[in-house]
DNA sequence: GGCTATAAATAACA
DNA sequence: TGTTATTTATAGCC
């Protein structure tokens, strides 16, 4: 009676995975293009879905680069970029060094306040062309003072950076002279030509404020459909 | 026989719904939430499956900014805003550091000459006011090059801080530990006020490709967990 | 924040 | 790449 339909039990189906690291490369490639347009999709149903923006960059273990924005990948990231003072430190407290990357940490808020009104000096400056010609407040003896500040500011940093360079040295030396393991691979990035092309449009009045945590290990998630990607 | 068993049925089930934005408010901040884990949860697989590293910055609707990184945000973005490798730095320290401490004061040298630039047409400015209203040369659109490549300067030497920081972290946990570990520090939420307005359409995105070369350190994968989100 | 029943994603194959 | 059997993700509720 139900002869007539052994017709396809090809495969066995999904099998359950365990979440590690896939050593069979070509199976590795396969899941990383299959679960990458995954991700992209999912990404693309939440921005649908719920109006919200967001930006995804997947470096695959080879050379490629895709990335996914809505509505505009590069403001997405500015925003955060900006928003993220990520030029703050987390230092040990208990080393010089720490020290004084929470002196760096605490001047640089001074120094970027600086910098945001100098940017609006320029703003105005050139949105007044030929126009408010007479004296403003930004011509004030103190209109340097940005400008000043922002290159002490670059010396400390270059102070700061001697200092940790020397540190990470010593550090370098004191770990090569003991133990020695942890070998990476090691490929020198040379340079590349990120092309990028894009359409996009937007569509929210947004006003964020960003907090963070992330910083080294975690995962994410995955989303939409397929957008770019390809290589250079 | 079965009539102890009438229990639940409480729910009928997920449905199917049509990838459009959902208009209830609080049915959209539900989906946002879960989605979002969602997605994170599939970029923290995709990282462990295949070892790609992998970058999300979501922002609600509202003001909040989610984000996700692995094996850190900031490194991915930068890698995809420059173009280059950043994460080779792990290999070799001594080649690698070398390499982009270089490459930065050749960098260095350039746009100390830009702030240079910058100082003069400050005095140009000042010099002559309410006097030459007309538009100048450093009127021109490349006016804020000067501000900007300073900027960006500061942003690339923040970065390499930031790894040399890291680095000279890692050497340290290496010393007082033999054992691998993953918990580097840095990233820090400021905030600032980004008020930013966007106007548009409703759904493209974005896509860009990039390609660089060399790969990237693979990180010890020790598993993910979740990871953080919350508001500021 | 939990629970199900169902829609979707996807691992193993071809 | 495309197909299918299963595993996962989740929409609708509490």
């Given at each position: 009676?139900?002869?007539?339909?052994?017709?396809?039990?090809?495969?066995?189906?999904?099998?359950?995975?365990?979440?590690?690291?896939?050593?069979?490369?070509?199976?590795?490639?396969?899941?990383?293009?299959?679960?990458?347009?995954?991700?992209?999709?999912?990404?693309?149903?939440?921005?649908?879905?719920?109006?919200?923006?967001?930006?995804?960059?997947?470096?695959?273990?080879?050379?490629?680069?895709?990335?996914?924005?809505?509505?505009?990948?590069?403001?997405?990231?500015?925003?955060?970029?900006?928003?993220?003072?990520?030029?703050?430190?987390?230092?040990?407290?208990?080393?010089?060094?720490?020290?004084?990357?929470?002196?760096?940490?605490?001047?640089?808020?001074?120094?970027?306040k600086e910098?945001?009104?100098?940017?609006?000096?320029?703003?105005?400056?050139?949105?007044?062309?030929?126009?408010?010609?007479?004296?403003?407040?930004?011509?004030?003896?103190?209109?340097?003072?940005?400008?000043?500040?922002?290159?002490?500011?670059?010396?400390?940093?270059?102070?700061?950076?001697?200092?940790?360079?020397?540190?990470?040295?010593?550090?370098?030396?004191?770990?090569?002279?003991?133990?020695?393991?942890l070998g990476?691979?090691?490929?020198?990035?040379?340079?590349?030509?990120?092309?990028?092309?894009?359409?996009?449009?937007?569509?929210?009045?947004?006003?964020?404020?960003?907090?963070?945590?992330?910083?080294?290990?975690?995962?994410?998630?995955?989303?939409?459909?397929?957008?770019?990607?390809?290589?250079?």
């Open positions: 009676m139900n002869n007539m339909m052994m017709k396809k039990k090809t495969t066995q189906g999904r099998k359950k995975i365990e979440i590690k690291k896939i050593d069979n490369i070509s199976n590795r490639q396969v899941t990383f293009s299959k679960r990458r347009v995954g991700l992209f999709k999912k990404a693309s149903e939440l921005c649908i879905l719920t109006g919200a923006q967001v930006a995804i960059i997947v470096h695959s273990l080879g050379k490629r680069v895709f990335a996914f924005g809505h509505p505009n990948i590069d403001d997405i990231i500015s925003r955060y970029t900006t928003g993220s003072s990520s030029s703050s430190f987390v230092a040990d407290q208990n080393t010089q060094l720490g020290a004084e990357i929470q002196e760096h940490n605490k001047h640089y808020a001074k120094v970027l910098l945001e009104i100098e940017k609006k000096r320029k703003e105005i400056i050139e949105g007044s062309k030929g126009v408010n010609c007479g004296s403003f407040w930004w011509d004030e003896p103190i209109d340097n003072m940005g400008l000043e500040e922002l290159e002490q500011y670059k010396a400390s940093l270059e102070e700061l950076m001697k200092k940790v360079i020397m540190r990470a040295d010593d550090m370098m030396l004191l770990k090569n002279s003991s133990s020695n393991n990476f691979n090691n490929n020198i990035g040379a340079d590349i030509n990120p092309s990028v092309a894009n359409v996009g449009c937007d569509d929210m009045f947004f006003t964020s404020t960003a907090e963070y945590y992330g910083n080294n290990s975690m995962v994410p998630y995955n989303g939409f459909e397929d957008f770019g990607n390809q290589q250079v």
